[in-house]
């Protein structure tokens, strides 16, 4: 069945809910799954970082800064 055909299907049996409580939980994982396949920018990542690895991010940056690149 092609992408048309199954979003009919989708959309001919949600029009048929009478449970409301099914058609919030239907639209919440919708927009859910819509956020999960948005590509992430960096944008969308700050803030996302606990203090704990933004520590350990900080420290190992830290040391490749040390590296001598000569060395290699």
């Known amino acids: 069945m092609d992408i048309q055909s199954v979003k009919m299907t989708f959309m001919e049996e949600f029009l048929k809910l009478k449970d409301e409580s099914i058609v919030k939980e239907l639209v919440a994982t919708l927009k859910r799954a819509k ?8 944008k969308d990542l700050a803030g996302t970082l606990s ?18 690149i000569d060395e290699w």
């Open 35 to 42: 956020q999960k396949s948005k590509s992430k920018s960096l």
């Open 51 to 68: 203090d704990e690895d933004a520590k350990i991010f900080l420290e190992a940056s830290q040391e490749c800064r040390k590296i001598d």
